[in-house]
Nanobody, 125 residues
Framework: QVQPVESGGGLVQPGDSLRLSCAASGGTFNNYGVAWFRQAPGKEREFVAAIRWSMGSTMYADSVKGRYTISRNRAENRVLLQMNSLKPEDTAVYYC??????????????????WGQGTQVTVSS
């Protein structure tokens, strides 16, 4: 069983950049899909980005397309989320999820069954 562990959150100003990391504990990401979701206070958890570990294919939510980049580091067995041009509305707890989604379910929360504890991202001036 692979346990994702997030890191890299923090407090930044609008327009700044931040990079989140999701490391695999107790296993590897081989043959899995890895996704980032986020949850703001009072809102439901929403899809941000996903990557297929084996093929490297990616998917993004419209709200982050062009600003965020998801990638994988095979040597370190981790998934990275580079976030640029951050906005106050990006403020949320960011969660890493691991599962075996098909293409049509890559943005679906139910497709992921291993979750990390989350890391807080706050964008404020």
């Amino acid at each position: 069983q692979v346990q994702p562990v997030e890191s890299g959150g923090g407090l930044v100003q609008p327009g700044d950049s931040l990079r989140l990391s999701c490391a695999a504990s107790g296993g590897t990401f081989n043959n899995y899909g890895v996704a980032w979701f986020r949850q703001a206070p009072g809102k439901e958890r929403e899809f941000v980005a996903a990557i297929r570990w084996s093929m490297g294919s990616t998917m993004y939510a419209d709200s982050v397309k062009g600003r965020y980049t998801i990638s994988r580091n095979r040597a370190e067995n981790r998934v990275l989320l580079q976030m640029n041009s951050l906005k106050p509305e990006d403020t949320a707890v960011y969660y890493c999820g691991v599962g075996r989604p098909i293409t049509s379910t890559m943005a679906t929360r139910e497709a992921y069954y291993y979750w990390g504890q989350g890391t807080q991202v706050t964008v404020s001036s």
